[in-house]
């Protein structure tokens, strides 16, 4: 088998990150759309958002979001500059390591909030 | 100017960074202020009879700032703007894999018009559902 | 040292495609191409690859070494760092027989961007001239081999679309492109502006990565991609 070198696992990472975020966008505007028709409506939706599956989903959603948000910095950045272009390798794990920590952090502080 | 790519290639960057600009803000106003920091009451400028209210059912504290936010339409701008760009990222970003991953021509088509199908359908769910909220206040 | 050699067969003949292996007695400086020939001189005389130069410069020997692509001429025992040594061909085109492939799809894609000097008009009476500085710009891709390891290293190339024209042809196209003499451009632009050009190249490295001559594929690609943003 070819090797997966750094930049093709974050292409692929990039891709399935990409089709989980617009699976919860299509749910994100979906169940927003019910909330809107008034306060009844917004509670009872409030209550799914608070099931302990849902709370997981989001917390790897964030996940999701950081590492395709910061992969598509660099990737914006490798395109337009030969700075970023020749430094691929070193920019890819920084990615890495930025999306592990904020995830990290972030992710605690979403499992601990009241949702 | 027949353009076969170039611009959806440029698109796709210039909505990634309003994303990322408008998800900030809408994150921050909505899963954080008016979450989990509660900094909503202060913010928002809430009265005693609306503190009396969200005291008897604290979601009703995330409605009743959603209420008073959509009260002002830039913020209705402001969803409509990020909805628009967030589902055409999104649903063309699907489209790009669909253009890779699927080989067959025939298939790859119809995998691309259904892509539009639903990204239009789920735009137009959320702009109206933006547009039509007519917040219930007090 | 001893190493253990798993190469690649395919017999077109009877359509039958399978691993030999080889141990070998080999100097950990000795590159890959020695101990390909040795197995021929030695072990079996009807393994069949492509080599010529063996220095590196005719881009003919481009294998899968230990699931990368490189030039077997190239590379060093040593810098493999393992005893086993896994070779096969060259992916995404069709295997003629054992590591020698058939190069029309890599030549093809080189062929649509139109590798040659196109003069611009009016062309000038006598030489043409070219600042030190206008010729730094494209200096790396002239550098290019066309051995097809990049092109085959990509997935866009090998896993979806053999029309993809591939790195090879971007680097190609960069050469010309950004040549300050040329005036092909126009020609140029509808080839890469397209569904089978630039746009399937999602900068995954696997090219800049594979290629023998250390040319920064990915980054003459990012220059066609802004090139073209801007002149289409
Ligand atoms: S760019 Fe490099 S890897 Fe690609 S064909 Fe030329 S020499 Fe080989
Ligand atoms: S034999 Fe010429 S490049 Fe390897």
């Known amino acids: 088998m070819y090797k997966i070198k750094e930049g093709m696992l974050s292409w692929l990472l990039h891709k399935i990150t ?86 990290i952090i972030g992710g605690w502080f979403m499992w601990r909030a009241e949702g | 100017m027949s353009s076969r ?128 909220f007519t917040p219930k206040l007090y | 040292m001893q190493v253990t050699v798993e190469v690649f067969r395919y017999d077109p003949d009877t359509d039958e495609s399978r691993f030999d292996t080889f141990i070998k007695e080999v100097d950990p400086k000795d590159r890959v191409l020695d101990v390909m020939m040795a197995i021929k001189d030695e072990d079996d005389g009807t393994i069949a690859f492509r080599k010529s130069c063996a220095h590196g410069v005719c881009g003919s020997c481009a294998m899968e070494i230990n699931g990368l692509n490189r030039l077997a001429c190239q590379v060093l025992i040593q810098d493999l760092k393992s005893k086993r040594i896994h070779i096969r061909p060259i992916k995404g085109m069709k295997v003629l027989r054992d590591l020698i492939v058939d190069m029309e799809a890599f030549f093809a894609g080189l062929e649509k961007v139109k590798p ?17 500085k206008d010729r730094a710009v494209f200096d790396e891709t002239t550098k290019c081999i066309m051995c097809g390891s990049c092109t085959t290293s990509c997935p866009s190339f090998r896993w979806f679309n053999r029309e993809f024209v591939g790195p090879a042809a971007f680097v190609k196209a960069h050469r010309f492109i950004f040549d300050s003499r040329d005036g092909g451009n126009e020609e140029r632009l509808g080839v890469l502006d397209d569904k089978n050009g630039l746009w399937r190249c999602h900068s995954i490295y696997n090219c800049t990565d594979a290629c023998p001559r250390e040319i920064d594929i990915t980054k003459a690609i990012g220059d066609l991609k802004r090139y073209t943003v801007i002149h289409r």
């Open chain 2, 5 to 132: 790519g170039s611009q959806a290639w440029l698109f796709q960057r210039v909505t990634a960074v309003l994303i990322f600009l408008l998800l900030g803000t809408h994150v921050f106003l909505y899963h954080y202020l008016m979450g989990p920091a509660n900094w909503g009451y202060d913010i928002l400028g809430f009265g005693a009879a609306d503190l009396a209210k969200i005291k008897a059912d604290p979601n009703l504290m995330k409605y009743y700032s959603l209420a008073k936010v959509f009260a002002n339409p830039m913020w209705k701008v402001f969803d409509v703007t990020l909805i628009t760009v967030g589902t055409y990222h999104g649903f063309y970003g699907i489209k790009a894999i669909i253009d890779d991953w699927v080989t067959h021509n025939g298939w790859r088509a119809i995998g691309n018009w259904v892509t539009y199908l639903i990204g239009f359908i789920i735009w137009v769910i959320g702009v109206v559902a933006v547009i039509s």
């Open chain 3, 116 to 132: 040659y000097f196109i003069p611009g008009e009016p062309a000038p009476a006598a030489e043409y001239h070219q600042s030190v």
């Open chain 1, 18 to 103: 990409g089709v989980a975020i617009v699976a919860y966008l299509i749910i994100h505007i979906w169940s927003m759309a019910k909330m809107s028709k008034g306060p009844e409506a917004f509670n009872a939706v409030i209550e799914t958002y608070k099931t302990t599956l849902f709370r997981a989903g989001e917390v790897l959603l964030l996940g999701a979001i950081l590492f395709h948000g910061l992969n598509g910095f660099r990737l914006i950045l490798a395109e337009f500059t030969a700075w970023a272009s020749k430094r691929h390798k070193l920019l890819i794990y920084l990615t890495y390591v930025l999306a592990v920590v904020l995830f």
